[in-house]
Nanobody, 117 residues
Framework: QVQLVDSGGGLVQAGGSLRLSCAAS????????MGWYRQAPGKQRELVARITSGGMTNYADSVKGRFTISRDNAKNTVYLQMNSLKPDDTAVYYC???????????WGQGTQVTVSS
């Protein structure tokens, strides 16, 4: 079992920045990647950024060059630094952690990000 607590959302003006945090606990060694997804009203949940246990990262095209995912292994925490925010970035952001064994898929409770124009 893995528990994820995500935080850091809020209201920000377009062009501003926010940093999201996701703290993991439980079966940390079984985590094979950690990522951030987002879901805007009326839209499907989409991948924003992901970092594997080996440190490989990938990003949605819409956030490349603006968002950076990173991790602090000592704190079992993953961060999403979001710069140059746009109103289209408004969504609930969820931390995600798939696991190797036993296979699982864990989610944080979500944190609201609202970008005003």
């Amino acid at each position: 079992q893995v528990q994820l607590v995500d935080s850091g959302g809020g209201l920000v003006q377009a062009g501003g920045s926010l940093r999201l945090s996701c703290a993991a606990s439980g079966s940390i060694a079984s985590i094979r990647a950690m990522g951030w997804y987002r879901q805007a009203p009326g839209k499907q949940r989409e991948l924003v950024a992901r970092i594997t246990s080996g440190g490989m990262t990938n990003y949605a095209d819409s956030v490349k060059g603006r968002f950076t995912i990173s991790r602090d292994n000592a704190k079992n925490t993953v961060y999403l630094q979001m710069n140059s925010l746009k109103p289209d970035d408004t969504a609930v952001y969820y931390c995600n952690a798939p696991t190797w064994e036993p296979p699982g898929d864990y989610w944080g409770q979500g944190t609201q990000v609202t970008v005003s124009s």
